[in-house]
């Protein structure tokens, strides 16, 4: 399950709150009940990122059988609150007939579609598919009763695009932290990467500096931990710089809690996002997960990153630096106590974006105290069941 998905039902379950869930699954399922209170209505469809064309196939193949699904939910009960997160936009649509029976409908916009679209097609704003993304956006958010978006860059931006400010939430892409035991990085040391193996995440820029560490600390190894379509030339680049022996690749996403469990023991995390336009307006997960347990952590400068995390709380380097991010790891492995006061900085940093402070509003955007909300999402990967 998505982790932002996941976090948001894990809350929901905490409240009290039943929920159904219609997302992908790894086999047909019709109401199977994969945790008390939560009831999973899923189609599998298998993902495919290797040409743009499958991505309004996945979002076609996907809006048909949300529809249908949560259509007939919204016949059999009345929902407090109807959650629809993209990507794409248009699932909010999948909602018309709970719409009809006036149910609260929310639009969860873990995404900007126009400008993710720019950046995965590497075309500009006036580019037909980007102007058709702003158009059903424009849409979406007008149809929703609210929205909710996960940064103050998107939050500006969906206001510029005809959003009302009373109608939009900003919940960022934190989980909760009070259960998360703190860092305890091992021994030998290792850089880390929870990511998707695609191109925009830069994991090919930290690969290219661990080439350029690795004959200064011939101890350090690179983690990478994740899938994706890029790894196979990832996995050839490590070759390559000769240092196949050193970067380490897990073949496949860990569950979220091996995950963090692995991450808390890195020395370093490692965050190379590039600068593709649509970067500039995320504060990704996988920041506030490295700061919620501490780790240091050495990060692209993007706009939206930065606007949160000043700089004596993440290592920033410019975008697709390589030499950058090597010496800003290399500056902190020289110095472990310069890197531990960066890491309680960031955590300074992260209040107001932890999820303690952003539950109270993901709630009252979807108008929920105790409550049976519907939740329709496409996700990335198999819900277990």
Same mark, same amino acid.
């Given at each position: 399950m998505q982790t932002t998905l996941r976090r948001n039902v894990t809350e929901l379950r905490r409240q009290g709150v039943q929920v159904d869930l219609v997302c992908l699954t790894d086999r047909l399922t019709w109401g199977a009940r994969t945790a008390p209170g939560v009831r999973?209505?899923?189609?599998?469809?298998?993902?495919?990122?290797?040409?743009? $064309?499958?991505?309004?196939v996945h979002y076609a193949s996907f809006f048909v059988w949300a529809l249908i699904a949560a259509s007939v939910l919204a016949l059999g009960r009345r929902y407090?609150?109807?959650?629809?997160?993209?990507?794409?936009?248009?699932?909010v649509f999948t909602a018309v007939i709970a719409r009809l029976r006036r149910m609260r409908i929310v639009l969860f916009s873990m995404e900007l579609m126009p400008e993710l679209t720019a950046a995965r097609l590497r075309v500009g704003p006036g580019a037909l598919s980007v102007r058709i993304a702003t158009r059903l956006e424009r849409a979406a958010i007008a149809?929703?009763?609210?929205? $909710?978006?996960?940064?103050?860059p998107c939050r500006r931006i969906l206001l510029g695009r005809g959003l009302k400010d009373h109608k939009v939430s900003v919940v960022p892409n934190s989980h909760g932290t009070a259960e998360l035991e703190p860092a305890r990085p091992a021994s030998p040391p290792f850089l880390v990467i929870q990511t998707t193996l695609i191109e925009r995440y830069g994991v090919r820029v930290a690969i290219e500096a661990m080439g350029e560490l690795a004959p200064q600390f011939p101890r350090l190894t690179l983690e990478i931990l994740g899938e994706g379509e890029g790894e196979a030339a990832l996995i050839e680049l490590t070759t390559r710089l000769g240092i196949a022996d050193r970067v380490h690749f897990s073949h496949h996403y860990l569950p979220w809690g091996e995950m963090?469990?692995?991450?808390?023991?890195?020395?370093?995390g490692i965050v190379p996002l590039l600068a593709d336009?649509?970067?500039?307006?995320?504060?990704?997960?996988k920041v506030l997960e490295l700061t919620a347990i501490g780790?240091?952590?050495?990060?692209?400068?993007?706009?939206a990153i930065a606007e949160h995390f000043?700089?004596?709380?993440?290592?920033?380097?410019?975008?697709?630096?390589?030499?950058?991010?090597?010496?800003?790891?290399?500056?902190?492995?020289?110095?472990?106590?310069?890197?531990?006061?960066?890491?309680?900085?960031?955590?300074e940093?992260?209040?107001?974006?932890?999820?303690?402070?952003?539950?109270t509003r993901y709630l009252a955007a979807l108008g929920l105290h105790r409550a049976d909300p519907l939740m329709t999402q496409r996700t990335d990967h198999a819900l277990a069941t």
């Open positions: 999973v209505f899923g189609i599998p469809f298998r993902q495919r990122r290797t040409h743009a $064309i499958w991505y309004p407090d609150a109807v959650e629809v997160d993209n990507t794409p936009d248009f699932l149809w929703a009763d609210h929205v $909710i978006t996960v940064s103050e963090i469990d692995r991450v808390r023991q890195a020395t370093l336009g649509y970067g500039d307006l995320c504060v990704p997960n780790v240091p952590t050495v990060c692209s400068r993007l706009p000043p700089p004596d709380a993440l290592a920033y380097f410019e975008p697709g630096d390589a030499g950058g991010l090597a010496a800003q790891v290399r500056r902190l492995l020289a110095d472990p106590g310069a890197a531990h006061r960066q890491a309680a900085r960031a955590q940093s992260m209040r107001v974006l932890s999820w303690d402070t952003a539950a």
